[in-house]
Nanobody, 118 residues
Framework: EVHLVESGGGLVQPGGSLRLSCAAS????????MNWVRQAPGKGLEWVST????????????YYLGSVKGRFTISRDNAKNTLYLQLNNLKNEDTAMYYC???????RGQGTQVTVSS
């Protein structure tokens, strides 16, 4: 059974930083491309970033939503079965619940709240 646990969110001022983590279990983590999505209050899910896995032609290649490119960095530690998202230079519009997931999968954790406010 796939199990995903997000953590690391919090309240931060504009321009601040956070590091989100996603602890994964129940599947061979290293094989799969993983992504981060977010949901702002009153809005639908928005894809944020993807990192390829060992099953992909370009292992560990990364992809970003245009509005976060250059500010967010996705990474993974396959030895720890953990996915990360480094959030720098945060903006008010980054406020959302952030979720990790397997690309093409439907499972999500409980999410971690990121609130950017002065």
């Amino acid at each position: 059974e796939v199990h995903l646990v997000e953590s690391g969110g919090g309240l931060v001022q504009p321009g601040g930083s956070l590091r989100l983590s996603c602890a994964a279990s129940g599947f061979t983590f290293s094989n799969y491309a993983m992504n981060w999505v977010r949901q702002a209050p009153g809005k639908g899910l928005e894809w944020v970033s993807t990192i390829n896995g060992d099953n992909d032609d370009e292992t560990s290649r990364t992809y970003y939503l245009g509005s976060v490119k250059g500010r967010f960095t996705i990474s993974r530690d396959n030895a720890k079965n953990t996915l990360y998202l480094q959030l720098n230079n945060l903006k008010n519009e980054d406020t959302a619940m952030y979720y990790c997931g397997i690309v093409g999968g439907t499972e999500r954790g409980q999410g971690t709240q990121v609130t950017v406010s002065s």
